[in-house]
Structures are given as structure tokens and as C-alpha cells.
């Protein structure tokens, strides 16, 4: 890999590994549902047909193992590579509880040993070729998502809050360290956004009136979508069944921006000038996604218009 735009040299990428996408998930502070947001964007890019894998940065409370049916499960090695363990329905991932004796067992690093595991997840797995690698971040902007954003090549990242009085310090501390890293945000997701009455089918704000569009408009960042507090979903990743039971359908606006990011790696053309970077391609692609966003938006409140203009008789 080539080093980052601070000038940081990137780890390198495995020889038995090819990564088209690259995306990070993160959040300003835990308990928000980051990994959630993480599985499911892993799920419905999988059932879209594209091959998937997830590297859980989170490595003092990894989550993604337990929910995808890997408690039990434990990476292995083969000509001094680290094999992912791949999901029922061909989801490769990388955890540290995937090797770790028990997944009880406590995570007792340090920082230059948490970076450590990174560099290895990354670049000593044989993750194979693969269209979209999800990064599940560890909340806050400590030691591994500092790592994260400066030697592994993201090419934007999603961020997750919740409906809660401090979303706008907590969405502002995300964006503000992807801005000082160069990373572009491609958008806002809220979790925990409402809950529906089982008799009645109202939308119950449990965490008081999402704030969340005011919040994107002050960033100038897209809503990617609101997830409801859904019993089943919570359910289902405590069953280790996340996969088969999550419903389809979620974020789809996520899920489409991802679909439409460029590939990171054109070989088959001849350059024409100095390739972009992936932060220049990603944000490209966030603006192209707003700007269609927008347009469809205006399309639909013109059809919805009445024309009441007066007319001959």
C-alpha cells in the first residue's frame, strides 16, 4: 500500500488478500449499536451478491463473532497467514475473540500491542478477494482508531449515533477526527431511533425526537438511515443467528451508496493523469449520492403538487 496522505506508511496488504472496499463504522461513544450497523451493511452486501468481509478493530469488546454464530469458532493459520473464520452465508471475519482460548476472556493490552493485532488482521490474513471489507471500530478516538485511519487505506466511514441530547457532541468528535485523518464521512445512521407499539403500530420515541436531521444539516453530511429498538434483531444476536433472521431491507440508502462507490483498483484502464485518492473518490461519491438524493427528493414533492391554477372553460 502506499503511505497515506499524512505521510504514515500503511500497513501492507497480505499477497493472498485483494480489498476493492474498504469502509469503517464508527461512533463518538459506545453502546449506540456501531456493530449492529456493522452486520447488517455485512449482511445486505452479501445479499447483494458481493463478497464480504468484516476486520473487528474492536478488539477489547469484539461483538461481530457472538452475533454471526462464531462463539465456539477460532481462527486458524496456514503458511504463516491467519484464515478467517467464514459465516454461514460466506462472511469472512477476523476478531480477536476468534483467538482467544474462551470468549470471556479479557483483552489485556496495551496500545502498541492493539496496533499490533490490527496490522496482523489486516495484513497477515488471507482474506482473499474481496468486493467490501467493513471495519467495526472500537467507540471514541483512542489508540486503535487512530491506527485504523492512518495505516489501513478507509475510504470513508459511516457514523453511527442515537437520539440522545449529546448526538451532536458525539457525531461532532467522529467528524472532526475523520477530518483531521482526511477521512471522509459518507453519512449518518441513527440507531435506537424509535420503537413500534406491538398492539398499535405507533412509533414510540423512547430516547426523546431524533435530532438527527438537524445534526446532518449543521455537517453537511447525508442521512443514511434510522434503525428501530427491534427485540427480535437483539434476539437474534444474542442466538448467534443474525444472519438468517435479520429482516431485508435495512439501510437500504447505505447499502446503495456503498454499491455505488468506485473501485479503489482500476486496473484495467490506462491512467489519464495522477490517479484520485480513495478520500477524493469517496467524497465524490458521498456528493454524488447527495446530490441525487436532493434530486429525487424534488422530483417527489413535485409530483405530489396539486396544480390548482385556474383553468378555461
Not at 57 to 82: R, V, Y
Not at 87 to 107: F, R, W, Y
Request: proline share 7%.
Amino acid at each position: 500500500m502506499a503511505d497515506n496522505q499524512a505521510g504514515v506508511a500503511q500497513f501492507e496488504l497480505s499477497d493472498l488478500a485483494r480489498v476493492h472496499h474498504l469502509i469503517g463504522v464508527v461512533s463518538g461513544k459506545g453502546g449506540v449499536g456501531k456493530s449492529l450497523v456493522t452486520g447488517i451493511l455485512a449482511r445486505e452486501l452479501n445479499r447483494a451478491g458481493k463478497s464480504v468481509a468484516i476486520l473487528d478493530a474492536d478488539i477489547t469488546g469484539p461483538s461481530i463473532p457472538h452475533m454471526f454464530g462464531m462463539a465456539n469458532a477460532h481462527a486458524t493459520a496456514a503458511d504463516e497467514h491467519l484464515i478467517p473464520v467464514e459465516s454461514k452465508h460466506g462472511i469472512k471475519v477476523m476478531s480477536a475473540n476468534l483467538v482467544l482460548a474462551d470468549e470471556t476472556q479479557p483483552v489485556l493490552w496495551r496500545g502498541p500491542v492493539l496496533g499490533g493485532a490490527i496490522r496482523q488482521f489486516w495484513g497477515e490474513t488471507a482474506w482473499g478477494d474481496v468486493d467490501y471489507m467493513l471495519v467495526d471500530m472500537p467507540p471514541g478516538t483512542g489508540d486503535v482508531a487512530l491506527t485504523v485511519f492512518q495505516n489501513l487505506p478507509i475510504e470513508g466511514i459511516v457514523i453511527v449515533t442515537s437520539p440522545q441530547d449529546l448526538v451532536s457532541m458525539i457525531v461532532g468528535k467522529a467528524v472532526n477526527m475523520a477530518a483531521q485523518m482526511q477521512i471522509p464521512v459518507l453519512g449518518l445512521v441513527e440507531n435506537m431511533s424509535y420503537a413500534v407499539c406491538p398492539k398499535c403500530g405507533e412509533h414510540l420515541h423512547v430516547f426523546g425526537e431524533s435530532k438527527l436531521p438537524e445534526v446532518a444539516a449543521h455537517y453537511g453530511l447525508p442521512v443514511l438511515g434510522t434503525l428501530p429498538i427491534d427485540p427480535a434483531i437483539a434476539a437474534a444476536c444474542d442466538a448467534g443467528t443474525f444472519e438468517d433472521d435479520l429482516p431485508e431491507g435495512l439501510l437500504p440508502d447505505a447499502v446503495a451508496l456503498a454499491l455505488d462507490l468506485p473501485e479503489l483498483e482500476v486496473s484495467e484502464q490506462e491512467p489519464q493523469g495522477p490517479e484520485p485518492t480513495m478520500a477524493e473518490r469517496a467524497a465524490a461519491a458521498a456528493a454524488a449520492y447527495k446530490a441525487k438524493k436532493a434530486a429525487d427528493d424534488a422530483a417527489a414533492t413535485s409530483a405530489d403538487t396539486v396544480d390548482v391554477t385556474p383553468r378555461e372553460v
